[in-house]
């Protein structure tokens, strides 16, 4: 039987109504900017205006998987703070079975500035190490290499383009060949992509100003 599909991430806060599905998944960065640094003020949040609107989404019988991102401190560093009974399934380098899918969630991506859940690529490619063969969907908050990871800056008056992802996730996508792959960190690589057998959805839904302009993208598997 297909299932129906919801899938964000970058939030940031925001908190939009989500679509009819069987299936929300979460691929990083929920807290609000304004109390990330807090681990007092994100858990606050959390166990208030997140699990109200996570039982919202329960009581429509949707089941909710999610990871933690680069701006969720508060999963990284004071992870006994996080709300324990909040109702979804949180995923940190581990797999679920829901509704017949198997779900692997990581939270891991490149190096960039010390934020939360930052590792080197050499050190990335042990974390990749642990997603399951047999693996179905993976939640991640870094996009691998070429997929929705494309960034523009400008230096010296000049502009430039590049690439961020993970080379060694998208190595790893190609030798597991999940059937999706949920992802987000990127603002501006919104959109979905694929890399042979596999959908890629950059899911984010704040742009690269943090404004949220991006709708939940839904997939049926």
């Known amino acids: 039987m297909a299932t129906q599909i919801c899938c964000i991430s970058d939030m940031h806060g925001?908190?939009?109504?989500?679509?009819?599905?069987?299936?929300?998944l979460i691929a990083g960065d929920i807290v609000p900017l304004n109390v990330q640094s807090s681990i007092p003020k994100s858990a606050a949040w959390l166990n208030s205006s997140f699990r109200k609107w996570l039982k919202g989404i329960k009581k429509r019988g949707i089941d909710i998987v999610g990871i933690a991102g680069n701006h969720d401190f508060i999963f990284e560093r004071a992870h006994v703070l996080v709300?324990?009974?909040?109702?979804?399934?949180?995923?940190?380098?581990d797999v679920c079975n829901i509704r017949g899918l198997n779900i692997y969630g990581t939270p891991w991506q490149p190096y960039f500035g010390g934020w939360a859940f930052n590792l080197s690529e050499s050190l990335?490619?042990?974390?990749?190490?642990?997603?399951?063969?047999?693996?179905d969907?993976?939640?991640?908050?870094g996009s691998p290499y070429l997929h929705g990871d494309k960034v523009f800056y400008i230096r010296d008056g000049q502009g430039y383009e590049e690439h961020v992802g993970s080379p060694s996730l998208l190595r790893k996508i190609q030798e597991v060949k999940p059937k999706l792959v949920v992802c987000g960190h990127i603002h501006g690589g919104y959109g979905i992509y694929q890399a042979g057998?596999?959908?890629?959805?950059?899911?984010?839904?704040?742009?690269e100003g943090y404004k949220p302009v991006n709708g939940v993208v839904t997939w049926i598997i």
């Open 14 to 24: 925001n908190l939009p109504e989500i679509p009819d599905c069987d299936l929300l």
């Open 83 to 93: 709300p324990p009974d909040l109702p979804w399934t949180y995923l940190l380098d």
């Open 124 to 135: 990335l490619e042990d974390k990749w190490d642990k997603i399951p063969t047999h693996t």
């Open 137 to 141: 969907i993976i939640i991640v908050h």
């Open 197 to 207: 057998e596999t959908t890629i959805i950059n899911c984010s839904l704040v742009n």
